[in-house]
C-alpha cells in the first residue's frame, strides 16, 4: 500500500510515497538462462546447438521418424525435447497432408490433361 505524508512545514501537502516491497511480485520475467543450474532435468532449456543436432537428426529419413516418435512419446524425459519432437511431429503431419491433397489435385487434372493430349494426338495421324 502506498502512504501520504502530509507533514510539511510550509503547510502545503508533500506526497511521499513508499512502496511496500514485501507484497510486490516477481517481475524478472527474463531470468539469466546461462545459469542453468536453477533448472531441473525435466525443464532444463535446449542450447541452440542442440537445437541444430535435433533437427539433423530428424532429418534422416527413416531413424529421424523413429527418433521423432520416440521422444515426443515421452522417450525423453526433458519437457523441451518432448515439445521441439512433437511440433516437429505435427509439421511432418501437415506437409503430408498438404503432399497428399496436392497430389489429388495433381491426379485429377493431370488425367484430365493427359486425356485431352491423348484425344488430339489422334487427330494428327
Same mark, same amino acid.
Given at each position: #500500500?502506498?502512504? =501520504?505524508?502530509?507533514?510539511? $512545514?510550509?503547510?502545503? =501537502?508533500? #506526497?511521499?510515497?513508499?512502496? *511496500?516491497?514485501?507484497?510486490?511480485?516477481?517481475?524478472?520475467?527474463?531470468?539469466?538462462?546461462?545459469?542453468?543450474?536453477?533448472? $531441473?532435468?525435466?525443464?532444463?532449456?535446449?542450447? +541452440? /546447438?542442440?537445437?541444430?543436432?535435433? =533437427?539433423?537428426? %530428424?532429418?534422416?529419413?527413416?531413424?529421424? %521418424?523413429?527418433?521423432?516418435?520416440?521422444?515426443?512419446?515421452? &522417450?525423453? !524425459?526433458? =519437457?523441451?525435447?518432448? *515439445? %521441439?519432437?512433437?511440433?516437429?511431429?505435427?509439421? /511432418?503431419?501437415? +506437409? @503430408?497432408?498438404?503432399?497428399?491433397?496436392? &497430389? @489429388?489435385? !495433381?491426379?485429377?487434372?493431370?488425367?484430365? @490433361?493427359? &486425356?485431352?493430349? $491423348?484425344?488430339? $494426338?489422334?487427330?494428327?495421324?
Amino acid at each position: #500500500m502506498d502512504e =501520504q505524508n502530509f507533514n510539511n $512545514s510550509n503547510g502545503t =501537502q508533500n #506526497m511521499q510515497y513508499t512502496q *511496500n516491497v514485501q507484497n510486490t511480485p516477481n517481475m524478472n520475467y527474463a531470468p539469466n538462462m546461462n545459469n542453468t543450474q536453477n533448472f $531441473s532435468n525435466d525443464y532444463k532449456p535446449i542450447s +541452440a /546447438w542442440g537445437y541444430v543436432g535435433y =533437427q539433423l537428426l %530428424f532429418a534422416i529419413p527413416i531413424v529421424g %521418424f523413429i527418433c521423432i516418435i520416440v521422444f515426443s512419446l515421452g &522417450g525423453s !524425459t526433458n =519437457q523441451n525435447v518432448k *515439445n %521441439f519432437a512433437r511440433s516437429y511431429l505435427c509439421m /511432418w503431419l501437415i +506437409a @503430408i497432408i498438404v503432399a497428399i491433397i496436392v &497430389g @489429388i489435385i !495433381t491426379a485429377v487434372l493431370g488425367v484430365g @490433361i493427359f &486425356g485431352t493430349a $491423348s484425344n488430339l $494426338s489422334s487427330y494428327y495421324y
